[in-house]
């Protein structure tokens, strides 16, 4: 049986935690058929850099990233890549030229396309606003953490 962290159990766990989520707070989200429920700051930044691209051996991801200008995007590029928007793009098409990857992350332009798009992409993971978050979606943990909690790293 798979581990599912719902929104009523994200607000359970902040409201034990003594740290309310606030907008702005990012969370990582996923297909619910995700096997992964938990993952270390170190093996997200794999994921999200196309370092990592399966989630199991038959479970490939699929990267879907915030078009540029958006919050998501912003704290990817600060928190997770360490880049500007000119070097996350050229990143990408040299990950490609060098046929590391496929393509690169799927672009999405809003957080309902997005949201959308992780209901129905098997392998798929998001960054959204933790506010945005709806019943039912899985949230993965960070180190162990989830958004809102003290020490979260997507703050």
Do not use: C
């Not at 990012?26 to 270390?40: G, N, Q, R, T």
């Not at 930044?45 to 051996?57: C, E, I």
């Amino acid at each position: 049986m798979r581990s599912k962290t719902s929104l009523a159990g994200l607000l359970l766990a902040l409201a034990l935690s003594g740290s309310p989520a606030q907008a702005g707070d990012m969370a990582v989200v996923v297909h619910p058929k995700v096997s992964v429920s938990d993952l270390s700051f170190a093996e997200l930044r794999k994921v999200l850099l196309g370092d990592r691209q399966f989630w199991s051996p038959n479970e490939p991801i699929t990267l879907l990233v915030r078009a540029p200008t958006a919050p998501e995007r912003t704290i990817l590029l600060e928190k997770i890549y360490d880049m500007t928007e000119a070097q996350f793009k050229q990143y990408w098409v040299a990950k490609v030229f060098r046929a590391e990857t496929a393509s690169g992350p799927k672009i999405v332009i809003s957080t309902q396309m997005a949201m959308g798009l992780v209901e129905a992409i098997e392998g798929s993971v998001a960054l959204v606003d933790v506010k945005d978050v709806k019943p039912g979606m899985k949230v993965l943990k960070i180190n162990g953490i989830l958004p809102g909690a003290k020490g979260y790293p997507l703050r």
